[in-house]
Protein backbone atom coordinates (compact mmCIF):
# COMPACT_ATOMS: atom_id res chain seq x y z
CA UNK A 1 0.00 0.00 0.00
CA UNK A 2 1.11 3.59 -0.69
CA UNK A 3 1.19 5.96 1.95
CA UNK A 4 2.85 8.20 4.13
CA UNK A 5 4.77 6.96 7.69
CA UNK A 6 5.24 8.55 10.37
CA UNK A 7 6.83 7.45 13.33
CA UNK A 8 6.81 6.82 16.58
CA UNK A 9 3.17 7.95 17.32
CA UNK A 10 3.96 9.53 20.52
CA UNK A 11 7.40 10.71 21.73
CA UNK A 12 8.72 12.02 25.33
CA UNK A 13 11.06 14.37 25.65
CA UNK A 14 12.92 16.03 28.82
CA UNK A 15 13.38 20.54 27.78
CA UNK A 16 16.65 20.64 26.26
CA UNK A 17 17.22 17.81 24.23
CA UNK A 18 16.70 17.44 20.58
CA UNK A 19 14.83 15.08 18.77
CA UNK A 20 14.14 14.04 15.14
CA UNK A 21 10.61 13.23 13.87
CA UNK A 22 10.90 10.56 11.26
CA UNK A 23 8.69 10.81 7.72
CA UNK A 24 9.10 8.38 4.81
CA UNK A 25 6.23 8.15 1.66
CA UNK A 26 6.23 5.73 -1.10
CA UNK A 27 4.12 7.69 -3.37
CA UNK A 28 6.36 8.91 -5.74
CA UNK A 29 5.77 12.27 -4.76
CA UNK A 30 8.63 15.27 -5.32
CA UNK A 31 6.89 17.66 -2.20
CA UNK A 32 6.81 17.36 1.22
CA UNK A 33 5.84 19.33 3.90
CA UNK A 34 5.92 19.53 7.67
CA UNK A 35 3.21 21.02 9.59
CA UNK A 36 2.83 21.76 13.58
CA UNK A 37 -1.12 21.68 14.96
CA UNK A 38 -1.96 22.62 18.52
CA UNK A 39 -5.08 22.30 20.34
CA UNK A 40 -7.80 24.00 18.75
CA UNK A 41 -5.63 25.45 15.67
CA UNK A 42 -5.27 25.35 12.48
CA UNK A 43 -2.12 23.74 10.78
CA UNK A 44 1.13 25.92 10.77
CA UNK A 45 3.72 24.58 7.86
CA UNK A 46 7.09 24.46 9.52
CA UNK A 47 9.37 23.80 6.53
CA UNK A 48 8.77 22.09 2.56
CA UNK A 49 10.93 20.70 0.05
CA UNK A 50 9.80 20.53 -3.99
CA UNK A 51 13.00 18.45 -4.28
CA UNK A 52 15.58 16.27 -3.17
CA UNK A 53 18.46 18.33 -1.36
CA UNK A 54 16.44 21.50 -1.19
CA UNK A 55 13.77 23.31 1.36
CA UNK A 56 12.51 26.68 1.98
CA UNK A 57 11.20 27.84 5.48
CA UNK A 58 7.69 28.19 6.19
CA UNK A 59 5.70 30.03 8.38
CA UNK A 60 7.24 29.02 11.94
CA UNK A 61 10.52 27.55 10.91
CA UNK A 62 12.28 29.16 14.04
CA UNK A 63 13.69 26.37 16.09
CA UNK A 64 13.61 23.61 13.48
CA UNK A 65 15.73 21.66 10.92
CA UNK A 66 14.93 19.58 7.94
CA UNK A 67 17.10 17.55 5.58
CA UNK A 68 16.13 16.09 2.46
CA UNK A 69 18.64 13.99 0.99
CA UNK A 70 16.10 11.12 -0.38
CA UNK A 71 13.30 11.48 -2.21
CA UNK A 72 11.03 9.11 0.00
CA UNK A 73 12.14 10.72 3.24
CA UNK A 74 12.08 14.28 4.88
CA UNK A 75 13.19 14.15 9.34
CA UNK A 76 12.29 17.04 11.26
CA UNK A 77 14.38 17.45 13.76
CA UNK A 78 13.33 19.79 16.93
CA UNK A 79 15.84 21.42 18.55
CA UNK A 80 16.19 22.66 22.02
CA UNK A 81 16.21 26.78 20.43
CA UNK A 82 12.30 25.61 19.76
CA UNK A 83 10.84 27.77 22.83
CA UNK A 84 7.27 25.83 23.04
CA UNK A 85 7.90 21.79 21.45
CA UNK A 86 4.87 20.25 22.20
CA UNK A 87 2.17 19.91 19.80
CA UNK A 88 1.38 16.95 16.78
CA UNK A 89 3.10 16.99 14.02
CA UNK A 90 1.95 15.99 10.64
CA UNK A 91 4.17 15.62 8.01
CA UNK A 92 2.60 15.44 4.63
CA UNK A 93 3.70 14.83 0.92
CA UNK A 94 1.89 16.39 -2.56
CA UNK A 95 0.91 16.12 -6.38
CA UNK A 96 -1.30 18.49 -7.97
CA UNK A 97 -1.76 20.25 -5.03
CA UNK A 98 -3.61 17.27 -3.21
CA UNK A 99 -2.44 16.85 0.37
CA UNK A 100 -1.28 13.07 1.40
CA UNK A 101 -1.14 13.55 5.35
CA UNK A 102 0.50 10.76 7.82
CA UNK A 103 -0.89 9.77 10.90
CA UNK A 104 1.07 12.09 12.72
CA UNK A 105 3.50 12.48 15.90
CA UNK A 106 2.35 13.99 19.35
CA UNK A 107 5.44 15.44 21.17
CA UNK A 108 5.36 16.03 24.35
CA UNK A 109 8.23 17.97 25.89
CA UNK A 110 8.82 18.26 29.58
CA UNK B 1 -1.25 36.24 -1.78
CA UNK B 2 -3.90 33.79 -0.70
CA UNK B 3 -5.59 33.05 2.26
CA UNK B 4 -8.99 31.01 3.86
CA UNK B 5 -11.69 32.15 6.33
CA UNK B 6 -13.80 29.47 7.89
CA UNK B 7 -17.06 31.11 9.43
CA UNK B 8 -17.31 29.58 12.77
CA UNK B 9 -15.12 27.12 14.27
CA UNK B 10 -17.47 25.10 15.69
CA UNK B 11 -21.10 23.76 14.32
CA UNK B 12 -23.73 21.88 15.98
CA UNK B 13 -25.94 19.44 13.70
CA UNK B 14 -28.51 17.04 14.62
CA UNK B 15 -28.40 13.54 13.34
CA UNK B 16 -30.19 13.82 9.91
CA UNK B 17 -29.72 17.78 9.57
CA UNK B 18 -28.14 19.83 6.86
CA UNK B 19 -24.30 20.22 7.02
CA UNK B 20 -23.60 23.23 6.53
CA UNK B 21 -19.14 24.54 6.65
CA UNK B 22 -18.47 27.36 5.24
CA UNK B 23 -15.37 28.55 3.80
CA UNK B 24 -13.95 31.82 1.54
CA UNK B 25 -11.17 32.09 0.15
CA UNK B 26 -8.86 34.78 -1.34
CA UNK B 27 -6.82 34.29 -4.22
CA UNK B 28 -5.26 36.43 -7.10
CA UNK B 29 -4.65 33.89 -9.56
CA UNK B 30 -6.77 30.56 -10.39
CA UNK B 31 -7.23 28.35 -7.07
CA UNK B 32 -7.08 24.76 -6.56
CA UNK B 33 -9.77 24.35 -3.36
CA UNK B 34 -10.00 21.54 -1.21
CA UNK B 35 -11.77 20.44 2.31
CA UNK B 36 -9.81 18.02 4.35
CA UNK B 37 -11.47 15.82 7.34
CA UNK B 38 -9.81 14.87 10.23
CA UNK B 39 -10.43 12.94 13.56
CA UNK B 40 -9.39 12.88 16.73
CA UNK B 41 -5.41 12.47 17.05
CA UNK B 42 -5.15 11.44 13.09
CA UNK B 43 -4.06 12.86 9.95
CA UNK B 44 -5.96 14.83 7.68
CA UNK B 45 -7.99 12.56 4.88
CA UNK B 46 -8.82 15.16 1.82
CA UNK B 47 -12.47 14.76 0.81
CA UNK B 48 -12.69 16.84 -2.55
CA UNK B 49 -11.17 18.90 -5.00
CA UNK B 50 -12.17 21.80 -6.86
CA UNK B 51 -9.72 22.07 -10.05
CA UNK B 52 -11.90 23.93 -12.40
CA UNK B 53 -13.34 21.11 -14.55
CA UNK B 54 -17.08 21.54 -12.76
CA UNK B 55 -18.63 23.99 -10.05
CA UNK B 56 -20.15 21.25 -8.14
CA UNK B 57 -17.40 18.91 -6.56
CA UNK B 58 -18.62 15.45 -5.34
CA UNK B 59 -16.27 13.95 -2.73
CA UNK B 60 -16.80 11.04 -0.45
CA UNK B 61 -19.12 9.93 3.01
CA UNK B 62 -21.82 12.41 0.52
CA UNK B 63 -19.88 15.36 1.19
CA UNK B 64 -20.10 17.89 -1.87
CA UNK B 65 -18.89 21.67 -2.21
CA UNK B 66 -19.66 23.89 -4.80
CA UNK B 67 -17.30 26.86 -5.64
CA UNK B 68 -18.66 30.42 -6.91
CA UNK B 69 -16.32 33.00 -7.96
CA UNK B 70 -18.74 35.41 -7.68
CA UNK B 71 -18.99 34.82 -3.91
CA UNK B 72 -14.97 33.20 -3.39
CA UNK B 73 -16.92 30.71 -1.69
CA UNK B 74 -16.47 26.88 -1.58
CA UNK B 75 -18.92 25.48 1.37
CA UNK B 76 -19.10 21.84 2.11
CA UNK B 77 -22.80 20.51 2.75
CA UNK B 78 -24.01 17.34 3.55
CA UNK B 79 -27.85 16.88 3.23
CA UNK B 80 -27.79 14.36 5.99
CA UNK B 81 -25.52 14.26 8.99
CA UNK B 82 -24.59 10.73 10.15
CA UNK B 83 -22.80 10.70 13.57
CA UNK B 84 -19.93 9.49 12.55
CA UNK B 85 -19.17 12.71 10.69
CA UNK B 86 -18.12 13.96 13.81
CA UNK B 87 -14.58 15.69 13.11
CA UNK B 88 -12.89 18.27 12.66
CA UNK B 89 -12.74 19.78 8.56
CA UNK B 90 -10.55 22.25 6.72
CA UNK B 91 -10.50 24.38 3.75
CA UNK B 92 -7.64 24.59 2.11
CA UNK B 93 -6.57 26.56 -0.90
CA UNK B 94 -3.55 26.75 -3.44
CA UNK B 95 -2.27 28.31 -6.41
CA UNK B 96 -3.51 26.44 -9.77
CA UNK B 97 -0.04 27.10 -11.25
CA UNK B 98 2.28 26.50 -9.10
CA UNK B 99 0.27 23.37 -6.99
CA UNK B 100 3.59 22.01 -5.84
CA UNK B 101 4.10 25.01 -3.74
CA UNK B 102 2.34 25.70 0.16
CA UNK B 103 -0.73 24.95 0.46
CA UNK B 104 -2.99 27.54 2.72
CA UNK B 105 -5.18 25.95 5.31
CA UNK B 106 -8.28 27.43 7.49
CA UNK B 107 -8.44 27.26 10.86
CA UNK B 108 -10.72 24.42 10.67
CA UNK B 109 -14.48 24.08 11.87
CA UNK B 110 -15.22 21.36 14.54
CA UNK B 111 -18.58 19.49 13.48
CA UNK B 112 -20.73 18.26 16.22
CA UNK B 113 -23.47 15.68 15.89
CA UNK B 114 -26.11 15.17 18.12
CA UNK B 115 -28.31 11.77 18.44
Known amino acids: DGGITQSPKYLFRKEGQNVTLSCEQN?????MYWYRQDPGQGLRLIYY???????QKGDIAEGYSVSREKKESFPLTVTSAQKNPTAFYLCASSIEGKQYFGPGTRLTVT | AQSVTQLGSHVSVSEGALVLLRCNYSSSVPPYLFWYVQYPNQGLQLLLKYTSAATLVKGINGFEAEFKKSETSFHLTKPSAHMSDAAEYFC?????????????FGPGTSLSVIP
Open chain 1, 27 to 31: LNHDA
Open chain 2, 92 to 104: AVTNQETSYDKVI
Open chain 1, 49 to 55: SQIVNDF
